[in-house]
């Protein structure tokens, strides 16, 4: 069976349409919070983690909870439809209470912000984890990573599609934004993203597809059926390997979550750099992921999910390392500083391509949504708290703490992953390499 590559592509625009809101999210509330609401590094780091929060407790459970729907649209795509109409409604308002507030500064308007983007957090969270088990509900195991390429290239389509329209929107660092338009651009992106996924993807006949097919393969599926009882079960060895692949999830998304949440805010009091110039160095790192995606999924069919992943880790501490040195020695920003985004862009990728894969690798296809769960659990887990660690350190001993606290936190990834020992499904590589690109007979 060989992989739907054109129906993962459209699977993917779910991923995009999420990419793009967090990229926005992530770039423009910190912002926000400290140039109109003038809240302090730390507090922000708190409200910054209020979708993790969120996410810790709803992703899980949302995902186990498609696992068990059943309607005429599918599993997941409900829970993509309304998940998407609500987030876009309530994004809306996010800028219109910002510029309110900005104007008129009232306790009021301040409540309003914080209710209405919590709520806007609680929107995403309803479609993130269906989304992304989507993409494993209707592929073969074997193809997962090259799978996953795809779905993180249209994620990084995404976010890049943002980075260069906020690029052009805000060039001016001296004065204060009116984010209403780009609110309302990725808005627009992520409704059509859906729009086109749902029209154009049939889910409960692709997901029949699969099924049919690991039918026929039981040899691929690592639980195991206790007779007494008829329940699956993960062995002993697989659990192991499960709990460390999840401790290394959480760490490599402590170090990285730090550097991107707080980057927009670090490059201009280091750098004197404008939103728009600290949004080049992003779109650096995104574009040169995006080009790397598809050789990645190709490189972890050859060597492994584990090695691949281990080679990612090593170069994303490194990078981090050396922002720290570039930034200590040159006391500024420089050119120089774009090569070490791209090996970042890269070395994200790496990570990123071939860890999902490997979580729901020790799954059966009907938990695919309750192991998409644990995933974010943990990954949801580590920005919990890293916001908060990380605002801490910038506040009270300085932003240069930044890079060493993303090499840190991602080398001790490094580590845990050493004791992963399941979830490394290596295909054989089709003799025409164009053959991953063919999709199958509808």
Known sequence: MKMNTKRTFLVGLAFMSICAFWQLYDNVIPLMLKNTFNMPDSIAGVIMALDNVIALFLLPLLGALS????????????????GTVLAVILMTLIPILDNKYYANPSPLVFTGF????????????????????????????PYRSKANAIINLMGAIGGILYLIISSLMFKNKDVRNDY??????????????????????????AVAEIKE???????????????????????KEVKRS??????????????????????????????????????QCLTVAMGIAIISYIPIGE??????RKKSIIIGVLMLSVCFFLGFVLNYVLHGFSPILLVVFGFI?????????????MVVEMCKGSDIGKYTGY??????????????????????????????YGALFVFFSFLTMLQVKHGDNRPNMPVNKLEMYEAMDD
């Open 67 to 82: 696992d068990r729907k059943n309607t005429k649209i599918g599993k997941r795509m409900p829970f993509i439809i309304v």
């Open 242 to 279: 499960l709990i460390f692949l999840l401790a290394s999830i959480a760490l490599w998304f402590t170090g990285y979550n730090a550097v991107t949440t707080a980057f927009s805010k670090f490059a201009m009091l280091e750098w004197n750099m404008s939103l728009s110039s600290a949004n």
């Open 213 to 235: 097919y690991e039918a026929a393969h039981p040899e691929e599926q690592l639980e195991e059926v206790d007779e007494a009882t008829g329940e699956t079960y993960l062995p």
């Open 345 to 357: 862009g890269i070395a994200w990728a790496t990570i990123s391509v071939n860890s999902l894969p």
């Open 299 to 304: 490189l972890a069919a050859k060597i492994g």
């Open 180 to 205: 209403l338009g780009i609110f309302l651009i990725v808005a627009a992106i992520m409704l059509i993203s859906v729009i086109i996924l749902y029209i154009t993807v049939n889910e409960p006949k």
């Open 375 to 404: 995933y974010y659990t943990f990954s949801m887990a580590a920005q919990i708290v890293t916001p908060i660690l990380s605002g801490i350190l910038l506040q009270y001993v300085g932003y240069w703490t930044l890079f060493p």
């Open 114 to 141: 914080i209710l209405v983007l919590g709520l806007l957090l609680i929107s995403m969270a309803l479609y993130r984890s269906p989304a992304v088990a989507l993409m494993p509900d209707v592929t073969p195991k």
